[in-house]
Structure formats: C-alpha cells, structure tokens
C-alpha cells in the first residue's frame, strides 16, 4: 500500500534522529496561512507548502493544505 502511494521513504526512517528535538519542534509548532513555524533552539524554522512537499516527496493531488487540525 506504501509503494503504491509513493509513501516507503516517507514512512521509512533511515537515517538518526533526536526525540527530544523532535518533542521541542512539535511544542512550538504554529501554523498561520498554510505555513508551519516553529522554532528549537533559538533556531526559526519556516516551512511552506513547496518545502512539506519536496521534504516529504508526498504527491501534491487531493487534499489541499490549510493547516488545520482535523476533529476526531
């Protein structure tokens, strides 16, 4: 199903990675006009709808981002 959806990279981790990091950047994370801020370390960090996608290589078709929350 990943393969099909072009997700096996997204999904897959490969490369180290830092919790805490991690935890700091989803803490300050901020979303106004469909871009993501947020800042770890002192470090700004700004993240447009062409960067999510050539960060994630996710298709751009279907859903539009808004940067909102979905209600379960």
């Known amino acids: 199903m990943f393969e099909n959806s072009a997700l096996v990279d997204f999904m897959s981790l490969k490369l180290p990675y830092f919790p805490e990091l991690v935890k700091v950047f989803y ?24 960067l999510f996608y050539s960060l994630t290589k996710l298709p751009s078709q279907g859903v539009p981002f ?3 929350l979905v209600d379960d």
């Open 27 to 50: 803490n300050n994370l901020k979303i106004q006009d469909g871009v993501l801020y947020s800042e770890v370390h002192n470090i700004s960090i700004i993240v447009d709808q062409s």
């Open 66 to 68: 808004e940067g909102t």
